[in-house]
């Protein structure tokens, strides 16, 4: 009886142990500043003042009817879902196709990874540089190909804005989430492959039979990173376009910096950012509610 | 059964964490009892660099044993990095103020100036805020249209178009004899210039009289709406016919920088830009004459240049200098207008002297196309004349939203093909509202 | 049985991957380039070649931009955050894996829901809490920032690739006699090494390349981080020079490089290493 009380006694002084440090680093200086940062929301703060008035809800009341914010919601879903299917699925293939590999690895993935090394300020500039509808690398190159009629403005042109931004995005960041199915896919043991070869699989059923349901768990990290990924989606617009032409690349973390620190509304950025902060929470709840009950009925 | 780290990388942690303390070792910047903190965007232009050295050592000779400590802010970004100061009470003693003086005072950081000041060296007064005054003033800003003059004389024109349809009539013939009529990019802030300067001149009084309220306090008060002002949807179809017939495709995805290569690349005759681009005439080796043109009227009045400087936006002490900082940062406020120093700002920013009681000439500059500009810009000045638009005052300007990301909105609108009125009035209404709310 | 034997083999996917490879980081190329020209050369023409390929450009980034002593500043902080994280991230995932369902569930979501939130919400409180703790602008507030502000993603990252790892080693452990801690140190952390090598490339790069939250935290003073005096150089909105920008991203880039290919040998070794069970 007292072996498994004291084993239980240890039991908590070593989740103190473990747990604690990350518990007090993100409590005190991520969790506290936010819980803060959200009660201005119930004001009228313009970020330039230290005492704001309370309002109450009336940012709340203003955000329903707020175009300007269902516009940036709209956007900000739109490059998601892209974003999201892109880092799942195309970087999936693009590791399977790295580890495959049997020269050469370390170079080639190193291509694919190296544009993550650059600061987003770079790509940005990069980017502009190559879009520009006049002096653009892409467009010179269309032009001296003869296909001077394809050229297009793929930066501000309205109906391709969103195509630019997801390419900039998906460029920078696939050596990320590459990287973690690589790290996944050398986890599998070699005998698996063996076997396979040995019953005389093809690659496919390699790919499917084999590596696919052992991936699975980085494909759930990394569909969950890129959904994230995609909402917080900020600073590259920034670099960028700024929310245009006019307002349609806003998205919902461009938005709130607008407000915030653009047009001195910090009490109502801080009602639009805890709105999404609750939305995405209700999402995760309802997620965690239904696999539980699907648990439950296995 | 287990595997031990390795003793060399037991010693590669040491060595880590060794690294993660020594950073944590860097004391604070000790704020020194005998320096003045001032911020400046200098971010890499030499013209800026030069003065404020030269404004820094004209302190320091005048006040042994202080010093000013440079805080270079790289582009104005000021907001957030005020802000940020301002939450920890550690404003620095100097700042630059652009246009968030309104702010600043607001929350009761800046300490205001004497009139004095300004009469020592022959400035005249800024509009008051709130009826005090708080900056420097640096020279003399205006705005207008900068042409190509050659490509303009090969389409007959050499003298400035006296109506806005006049100008549009101009730009047409220019393009009919080859030449790229207009330089305009819808990327960046530069987008907004046409429709700043169409509402500056056509919907606000050419000279501000205290008994008839200003557009900007009628709108606030509610009086007037965009959506229903007649002005306004008249400047908007002008804007779109100006895009469409003037506008060159990709237009939108270029920037300053690419107007710049453009028009100092003797490539576009027609440049709707501030009076600075004369500093930067010598930097980029222009050898072609240039012409600064007042900007016409959609309304019949007479052409006009812009005056964007008066209102206060230049350099302000904060209540964070107290005690004998106060009087330090008062003294170098006043170097400002030692001659060497101002005339060094004058250069760097392409302004013209607005000090009657300071010895210094116009901008300079050696190299003759330069020169000749500000010449031009000078005489144009002298014929046509300033309005301040809507730069009335501090209290009688629309809110900062508007004019750095609203009008730029609108123009990009209107370049991605945007014709319904009423939606660009809409937007304008929309936005002037909500920052409305931010004052 | 030899058809695995082909170790070395340079084929036809081999190829397509190079030139595919090659094709995604050209517009890179074009930075390297340019970092050669002088300016007027580059906004004349982005593409050609330089007149004359000079070195000048990289000179101004060590005298004129001054990035020697921030370049310094940026790797200790790199180093001294990692160095925390990689103690603190996974002995928290470790415990929340190992425990009952609901507990470990309410972490994770608790640890998952930072992620969400925007650094202009908190800002503000977080240099108030600073200054009540007087470390405000420094580099020890800077470090705290990006070591909270890391945790969620790291221990995501971690808890997922612990999830592959199987319990009977540590069964073993605690038969043994050893503590949840010492298991933790002894066993599991080494078997975490290619989730640690990723951690410190992922890391060392972002903190590197940032340059938004170090302005905030620590103010542009003097012994500043290197992107943050990038920047200002970056984003001039009237004149940019571009010579200077291409050559100080050129240059910024070649330690994380370094740090790269260093850790991808390590990456394979270890991973090599785990494979043999």
């Keep these: ?39 201005y929301s119930l004001t009228d703060w313009t970020g330039w003042t230290t005492e704001p008035n309370f309002v109450g809800l009336d940012n709340f009341r203003e955000l329903a009817g707020d175009e300007r914010f269902a516009s940036a919601v709209r956007f900000t879903l739109f490059e998601t879902w892209m974003i999201v299917l892109f880092f799942t699925f195309g970087s999936l293939v693009l590791a399977v196709l790295l580890d495959r590999l049997r020269s050469a690895k370390g170079l080639i993935r190193g291509l694919f990874f190296y544009p993550y090394i650059l600061s987003i300020l770079v790509v940005a500039l990069l980017f502009k540089y190559l879009c520009n509808y006049n002096h653009g690398a892409v467009n010179l190159l269309l032009r001296s190909m003869g ?152 | ?43 890499g232009r030499e013209g800026f660099r030069v003065h404020f050295e030269a404004w820094q050592a004209a302190f320091e000779r005048g006040h042994p044993g202080w010093k000013v400590e440079l805080i270079d802010l790289g582009n104005q970004n000021g907001d957030e990095f005020y802000k940020a100061r301002i939450a920890t009470g550690d404003l620095p003693e100097v700042v630059m103020t652009w246009q968030l003086t309104p702010m600043l005072v607001r929350g009761g950081h800046l300490v205001p100036l004497d009139s004095g000041y300004y009469e020592k060296f022959g400035i005249p007064p800024p509009r008051k805020y709130k009826g005090k005054y708080y900056t420097t003033q640096g020279g003399i800003q205006v705005q207008g249209i900068a042409v190509n003059r050659r490509m303009w004389a090969d389409a007959g024109i050499t003298d400035p178009p006296q109506t806005w349809d006049e100008l549009v009539a101009g730009l047409g013939r220019v393009k009919a004899r080859g030449h790229r009529p207009l330089v305009f990019g819808g990327r960046e802030w530069s987008a907004f210039q046409p429709l700043f300067y169409a509402i500056a001149t056509n919907m606000y009084d050419r000279e501000h009289s205290l008994d008839k309220p200003s557009w900007t306090i009628r709108r606030n008060r509610g009086e007037v709406r965009f959506a229903t002002d007649r002005t306004a949807r008249l400047i908007l179809e002008k804007m779109i016919h100006l895009t469409d017939t003037f506008a060159e495709k990709g237009a939108a995805s270029d920037g300053y920088n690419e107007e710049q290569r453009i028009f100092y690349g003797g490539k576009g005759a027609t440049w709707m830009m501030g009076c600075w681009i004369a500093g930067d005439v010598e930097a980029n080796k222009v050898d072609f004459e240039i012409d600064y043109w007042p900007i016409p009227s959609m309304t019949g009045r007479r052409p006009v240049l812009i005056a964007t400087s008066g209102p206060q936006s230049g350099w302000a002490m904060t209540t964070s200098a107290t005690g004998e900082k106060r009087a330090k940062a008062r003294a170098f406020l006043e170097c400002f207008y030692d001659p060497n120093v101002y005339q060094l700002f004058l250069n760097g920013e392409g302004q013209f002297a607005a000090a009657s009681k300071v010895p210094v000439k116009g901008p300079q500059s050696a190299w003759k196309p330069a020169q000749a500009l500000f010449d031009n810009i000078q005489r144009t000045v002298d014929e046509y004349g300033t309005t301040p638009g809507f730069h009335i005052a501090l209290d009688d300007m629309p809110p900062p939203i508007f004019f750095s990301n609203t009008l730029k909105a609108v123009m990009q609108e209107i370049l991605a093909g945007t014709r319904d009125v009423d939606k660009l009035l809409k937007m304008l209404d929309d936005d002037w509202d909500s920052a409305l709310k931010g004052m | 049985m030899s058809r695995r034997r082909n170790r070395r083999r340079f084929g036809w996917l081999e190829g397509l991957m190079l030139l595919a490879g090659a094709a995604f980081v050209s517009p890179c190329l074009l930075a390297l380039l340019n970092a050669f020209k002088t300016n007027p050369e580059i906004i004349g023409d982005p593409l050609a070649l330089p007149g004359r390929w000079s070195w000048d450009n990289f000179r101004f980034i060590f005298t004129g931009m001054k990035l020697a002593r921030p370049m310094l500043n940026s790797l200790l902080m790199c180093a001294g955050v990692i160095a925390c994280l990689v103690t603190v991230a996974p002995m928290a995932a470790y415990s929340i894996m190992r425990r009952k369902m609901a507990t470990g569930k309410l972490l994770r979501v608790f640890f998952l829901v930072g992620l969400t939130v925007p650094f202009q919400i908190i800002m503000v409180p977080l240099l108030k809490l ?21 945790l969620p993603l790291c221990i995501f990252i971690y ?46 790069l972002w903190i590197w390349n940032d340059f938004m939250q170090a302005f905030i935290v620590m103010g542009p003073t003097r012994g500043q981080l290197v992107f943050v005096q990038l920047w200002k150089f970056l984003n001039d909105q009237y004149v940019r020079n571009w010579n200077h920008i291409f050559a100080g991203v050129v240059v910024l880039s070649v330690p994380v490089t370094v740090l790269y290919v260093v850790m991808q040998r390590r990456f394979v070794k270890g991973l090599t290493a785990g494979a043999v069970k």
């Excluded at chain 1, 498994?4 to 005190?28: D, E, H, K």
């Design chain 3, 159 to 204: 808890s997922a690739f612990m999830a592959t790892i199987p319990r009977e080693l540590e069964e073993a452990a605690a038969i043994d006699g050893c503590g949840q801690v010492g298991t933790f140190w002894r066993i599991v952390f080494p078997l975490l090494t290619p989730c640690t090598i990723t951690v410190i490339i992922f890391w060392g």
């Design chain 1, 1 to 39: 009886m007292s072996g498994a009380a004291t084993r239980r006694g240890r039991g908590w002084a070593a989740s103190l142990i473990l747990c604690g440090p990350a518990v007090l680093l993100y409590g005190t200086f991520v969790v506290l500043p936010a819980v803060l940062g959200f009660a």
């Design chain 2, 1 to 43: 059964m287990h595997t031990p780290t390795s003793r060399g990388a037991r010693v590669l942690w040491a060595a880590i964490i060794a690294g993660a303390i020594l950073p944590a070792g860097c004391a604070k910047d000790e704020r020194g009892a005998k320096v003045i903190r001032v911020t400046r965007n200098i971010g």
């Design chain 3, 130 to 150: 600073f200054r009540v703790m007087n470390i405000q602008f420094t580099y020890l507030a800077l470090l705290l920032h990006y070591v909270s502000w890391g």
């Design chain 1, 147 to 298: 296909l001077g009629h394809w050229a297009q403005d793929w930066m501000m042109d309205p109906r391709l804005v969103g195509y630019f931004i997801f390419a900039m995005v998906a460029w920078s960041a696939v050596g990320f989430f590459t990287t973690l199915y690589l790290a996944n896919l050398q986890t599998i043991p070699a005998e698996l492959y063996e076997a396979a070869s040995l019953d005389g699989a093809g690659p496919v059923s390699v790919f499917t039979r084999i590596q696919l349901p052992l991936l699975v768990p980085t494909v759930t990290t990394n569909l969950v990173l890129a959904t994230i990924f995609g909402i917080n989606l900020f600073g590259q617009i920034v670099v960028t376009t700024e929310g245009g032409p006019g307002y349609r690349t806003a998205t919902v973390g461009y938005y709130i910096y607008w407000l915030g620190v653009k047009n001195n509304r910090q009490g109502y950025a801080s009602a639009v950012s805890f709105t999404v902060f609750a939305a995405l929470v209700a999402v995760a709840i309802v997620q965690v509610a239904l696999l539980r009950r699907r648990q439950v009925q296995l």
